[in-house]
């Protein structure tokens, strides 16, 4: 990766990911989909809204512009009627093997707000980095998602549970029948 530039590293943008491996969530997943077919569902706002949020919760809204400097924005809601923003920009698409993109915490209208809005930690970054690889393994697909950094206790198992629920959901989407459309 690029060195930072003294601006984003003033206002704690991940521009350098040279993080200790502690700091960094790993989940890896097998999946009974070729490549193509995941990238799709984690790249098309009508499938992704199917089932990136954990298991009590619902995705009501989900918008992506796929492109380097792209954005996606993303409200996941709970039980109770709470909505949960985030935001993220696009660093690196290599379709359909790998996506990279930041994330934040982010307000209704997109724009970055505190983690503490959410009730996270002092500690939680402002802004992380999500890498995720698709691998094709004789027509499945190996799902790699790296999400750094995050500090250790607590709330990166809190976000590795929700993580590993909203991945539970996709590949029970991928697994139930679609039409090409939905594809």
């Known amino acids: 990766a690029p060195p930072a530039c003294p601006e984003e590293m003033a206002m704690g943008k991940v521009s350098d990911i040279s993080k200790p491996a502690s700091a960094t969530l790993v989940i890896s997943r097998m999946l ?3 490549p193509q077919e995941v990238f799709g569902a984690w790249t098309q706002p009508d499938r ?7 298991k009590a919760f619902t995705c009501p809204f989900c918008e992506i512009d796929l492109r380097p400097g792209g954005t996606v924005r993303v409200c996941m809601r709970s ?14 698409i290599v379709e359909p093997e790998r996506l990279v993109y930041t994330d934040s915490f982010a ?3 997109g724009n970055t707000v505190s983690p503490q809005t959410y009730g996270m930690g002092a500690e939680w970054p402002v802004e992380a980095l999500v890498t995720v690889t ?11 998602l790296e999400h750094s950094p995050l500090p250790a206790g607590e709330q990166r198992d809190m976000c590795r549970q929700g993580w590993n629920e909203c991945l539970d959901k996709l590949a029970a989407y991928l697994a139930a029948p679609q039409t090409e459309a939905e594809r």
């Open 107 to 109: 307000d209704a209208d």
């Open 48 to 54: 992704l809204r199917q089932w990136l949020s954990p």
């Open 79 to 92: 039980v109770e009627g709470k909505d949960y923003w985030s935001r993220g920009e696009y660093l690196e």
């Open 32 to 34: 009974d989909a070729p």
């Open 134 to 144: 698709f691998a094709n393994e004789e027509g499945r697909t190996r799902l790699t």
